[in-house]
């Protein structure tokens, strides 16, 4: 198969033809597809440019031996989603000191007035500024950090979300609303103890 045609494949048939015949070629087409989008969440993990395309190769290069346990039960995005931010969430578990050290988190395209809806209505959430959630989402679990940033900033449906992390949709719902009451509280907290964020 030729590159040309590889284009126009859907991602999943693009998937079983890679794993098939281990085509790298053919892996470059669904490479040009994603790489921006992993490249984008790594960044919200890295500690700069450097790391976040280091992070990026990482990825796609386990993307490609792990590519056979993708059985399709959801869309390949989604598990792509998945994949790239367990694997971010486990680097930066194991570079504890690294996590300290990090003066940023790639925050300022989620819904700050979505992450507060349904959790305290009098809470003034939208009155939060995005550098002050950038810093509170640091106290928060990678997980929870994880579980927030899918849904508030890649868009994730509860549905896509159910897929991505093989849990029912109830068990997501009750995630979601553990990470956004976590976040609340830490910046609550921090407000009341009148340290700077």
Same mark, same amino acid.
């Given at each position: ?107 300022? *395209?989620?819904? $700050?007035?979505?992450?507060? @809806?349904?959790? /305290? ?6 009155? %939060? #500024? ?24 890649? *868009?994730?449906? $509860?549905?896509?979300?159910? @897929?991505?992390? /093989? ?6 719902? %009750? #995630? ?22």
């Amino acid at each position: 198969m030729t590159q040309d045609a590889a284009h126009s494949l859907t991602d999943e048939a693009l998937v079983e033809a890679i794993v098939k015949t281990n085509n790298t070629m053919l892996f470059e087409v669904l490479y040009d597809r994603y790489s921006s989008m992993v490249y984008n969440m790594c960044y919200g993990f890295a500690n700069g440019k450097d790391e976040a395309k280091d992070l990026t190769q990482d990825v796609f290069l386990r993307v490609f031996i792990k590519l056979k346990t993708f059985k399709g039960k959801s869309k390949f995005s989604t598990w792509l989603y998945a994949f790239t931010y367990n694997h971010c969430v486990n680097y930066v578990t194991r570079n504890t000191a690294k996590k300290l050290e990090k003066k940023s988190v790639s925050s300022e *395209n989620v819904d $700050i007035q979505n992450i507060g @809806e349904d959790v /305290d209505s009098t809470h003034e959430f939208a009155s %939060m #500024r995005v550098e002050q959630l950038q810093k509170v989402m640091e106290l928060i679990s990678p997980e929870e950090k994880m579980i927030l940033l899918l849904k508030y900033q890649d *868009n994730l449906s $509860i549905k896509e979300l159910s @897929e991505a992390f /093989d849990i029912g949709e109830s068990a997501v719902k %009750m #995630r979601l609303k553990r990470a956004k009451e976590k976040l609340i509280l830490k910046y609550t907290n921090y407000t009341k103890d009148g340290e700077s964020i």
